[in-house]
């Protein structure tokens, strides 16, 4: 496994447990279509949240969540209708934001924005 590979599989495991440790019921990780991926699901009460980790070793451009642009933003919304076809579920979603900053012998940073975009009229 590649370092990148290796360093976003890591901030996988540590965004999950830090939603579990806060109350959200995982479902899957790394849920594909044709269209992308879904880093991480949960379940919070009757939501569905639909999780994107972002992983970074330094800050140099911008925190993980800053770069959650509009462009993976509508790959996000795209893959979700695909989710919601395939495993028949057509209750509410939430998208979910969580960034962690891994720094060698530094207990990582996390930020996690729950609600991190509005779907506007893409949904």
């Known amino acids: 496994m590649n370092f990148p590979a290796h360093k976003g599989a890591e901030g ?3 965004a999950k447990e830090y939603l579990e440790k806060n109350g959200l019921i995982f479902l899957t990780a790394n849920w594909s279509c044709k269209v992308g991926e879904i880093d ?7 939501v569905r949240v639909l999780v994107e980790v972002r992983t970074r070793s330094k800050t140099t451009f911008g925190d993980g969540d800053e770069t959650v642009f509009i462009q993976k933003q509508k790959k996000l919304i795209r893959a979700a ?5 395939k495993e028949k579920y057509w209750g509410d979603i939430r998208f979910d934001v969580v960034s962690i900053i891994l720094d060698a012998g ?8 729950p609600d991190a975009f509005d779907t506007g009229s893409a949904w």
Do not use: N, S, V
Request: cysteine-free; proline content about 4%.
């Open 40 to 46: 991480l699901i949960f379940a919070d009460g009757d």
């Open 81 to 85: 209708k695909y989710y919601q076809q």
């Open 12 to 14: 996988e495991r540590i």
């Open 106 to 113: 530094i207990t990582p940073t996390i930020t996690h924005i």
